[in-house]
């Protein structure tokens, strides 16, 4: 089925709109502030030698994120599909009901990347045989590196961003497949063309939110320092902002200063750090959501 470009491409680049859907930044701003306090708890417990305890709390911080990401999934395609956007405890009760055929769909695609890969792991092993290894090694080459680089061009461009979409739609897992599938054979240039987009808009955000965030820092400390006469270090007062914590700060060879001025600097710059990394994730997130409604006509 042919897709109409230039209307898909509207509709790609309607993504942008992402951060003014705020159930879903309230959602993802809450499941990467949980996650990110589980690992650092997982570094904590690391410390002291106790890699059962840091490895369970690794484990939880990954089914937040996980889950958290599915949740606001649900809600960016409500909002991509023209609907009410569901509230977040709901998107989370049905991203715990039906998140893991995301997870299965992506296990099935990449077992089937894991084949091709032993494959070609046994042709490579056949050109140490000393007849047919060297012309064997002339063709496997080439075909190999276009191979590989044909996988990982699927999983970055079709399956990675499209399995979620699909099932935020109500597919299961093996409607998610066939429809790979039935991208993979008759639409994946329509489709890097569209994500291309995506990604081109996630990169715009990340560079705005980079700005923003830079300039700001620097304005801000240099108001606390010079005009506010707020006594703590340039580089301690703007560690957070760049995602360092207590411990990261520390393990950077300067002790932590100004008591519970300090950390609170840390903790306010975690916030702005988060901020920053949510919002090109939504856009993404609603990107991906935008590229499956254009390619199967739905919304």
Known sequence: ??????????RVLASIDAPRNLRALYALLTAFCVAGLLMAMARSALARDRELLSALWLGLALAVAFFGVNATGLMLMDQARGRAVRDPQDALADALGSAHRVLLALLGCLAVAGLAVLALAGLLWATRLPVVG??????????????????????????GPLAGPAVWVGQDTRGVLRFLRWRLRHG????????????????????????????????????????????????????????????????SG???????????????????FALALVLPTLVWLRGCCAVYLAVTEEG
């Open 1 to 10: 089925m042919r897709i109409s470009l230039l209307p898909a491409l509207d």
């Open 134 to 159: 060297p012309p064997l090694l002339a063709v496997v080459l080439p075909a190999g590196v276009l191979m590989l680089g044909g996988i990982a061009f699927i999983l970055v461009i079709l399956v």
């Open 188 to 251: 994946l240039p329509e489709t890097a063309l569209l994500m291309a987009a995506v990604y081109l808009l996630v990169a715009l955000a990340t560079a705005a939110m980079s700005f923003v965030v830079v300039s700001g820092s620097r304005l801000l400390a240099g108001l606390a320092i010079l005009g506010a006469g707020v006594e703590l270090p340039v580089r301690e007062l703007l560690a957070g902002v760049m995602g360092l914590g207590p411990r990261g700060f520390g393990a």
């Open 254 to 272: 300067l002790p932590l200063q100004g008591g519970d001025l300090g950390l609170a600097a840390l903790i306010g710059g975690g916030v702005v």
